[in-house]
């Protein structure tokens, strides 16, 4: 009997581990309807609760996508984020992301550096936009450009020019970035 009770017990606690994912008592069907039918501010809630709920927001996937291009950069911002937390299952959304490191804002770069880095996509396209974001004028950018190539290893190895060219750069963090990233790009040099 005393087993059943911590069985219930336990059901209860942990109302998102059966069904659909939730966050602040919204599950994502609800959070994607916001996102596209909102207000400004409601559009940043729910890309920052979709971004909070992490890989079991899968099913928003195209809506954050489109979110890429919202006009208000905190939404912008808050998507990125949000493909970067779904992570590898997220990796058709690296053109998107591969063209968000354009972006006007610093802040929507960094994390679609980031986010490039954590959906793991090894298309050449995404590989060559991190390396273009090498050069970004913001230096986190740049770091996080670097990371995110390293994270990728081997595969990101048509960036390696673009990451010995970076070596140069007068950054410290950017430079230890780089460092780091061509240990795993290029590991056996």
């Given at each position: 009997?005393?087993?059943?009770?911590?069985?219930?017990?336990?059901?209860?606690?942990?109302?998102?581990?059966?069904?659909?994912?939730?966050?602040?008592?919204?599950?994502?069907?609800?959070?994607?309807?916001?996102?596209?039918?909102?207000?400004?501010?409601?559009?940043?809630?729910?890309?920052?609760?979709?971004?909070?709920?992490?890989?079991?927001?899968?099913?928003?996937?195209?809506?954050?996508?489109?979110?890429?291009?919202?006009?208000?950069?905190?939404?912008?911002?808050?998507?990125?984020?949000?493909?970067?937390?779904?992570?590898?299952?997220?990796?058709?959304a690296a053109p998107e992301l591969a063209e968000a490191l354009g972006d006007e804002n610093a802040e929507v770069r960094h994390a679609a550096a980031e986010a490039l880095g954590k959906?793991?996509?090894?298309?050449?396209?995404?590989?060559?936009?991190?390396?273009?974001?090498?050069?970004?004028?913001?230096?986190?950018?740049?770091?996080?450009?670097?990371?995110?190539?390293?994270?990728?290893?081997?595969?990101?190895?048509?960036?390696?020019?673009?990451?010995?060219?970076?070596?140069?750069?007068?950054?410290?963090?950017?430079?230890?970035?780089?460092?780091?990233?061509?240990?795993?790009?290029?590991?056996?040099?």
């Amino acid at each position: 009997m005393r087993s059943l009770v911590m069985v219930v017990v336990l059901v209860a606690l942990l109302p998102g581990c059966k069904g659909e994912a939730t966050f602040h008592g919204k599950n994502v069907t609800q959070w994607r309807e916001q996102l596209r039918e909102g207000d400004v501010a409601a559009r940043r809630e729910a890309a920052l609760a979709l971004w909070s709920i992490g890989p079991r927001a899968g099913e928003a996937l195209d809506d954050l996508i489109a979110c890429l291009k919202d006009a208000d950069a905190e939404v912008r911002l808050n998507a990125a984020g949000a493909l970067g937390g779904i992570g590898p299952e997220a990796a058709e959304a690296a053109p998107e992301l591969a063209e968000a490191l354009g972006d006007e804002n610093a802040e929507v770069r960094h994390a679609a550096a980031e986010a490039l880095g954590k959906v793991q996509s090894t298309a050449p396209e995404a590989i060559a936009a991190l390396a273009k974001a090498l050069h970004d004028n913001d230096p986190a950018v740049r770091v996080r450009a670097a990371y995110s190539l390293g994270g990728l290893g081997i595969a990101a190895a048509g960036a390696e020019p673009a990451l010995r060219e970076a070596l140069r750069d007068p950054d410290g963090q950017v430079h230890g970035a780089v460092v780091d990233a061509l240990s795993k790009v290029a590991p056996e040099e």
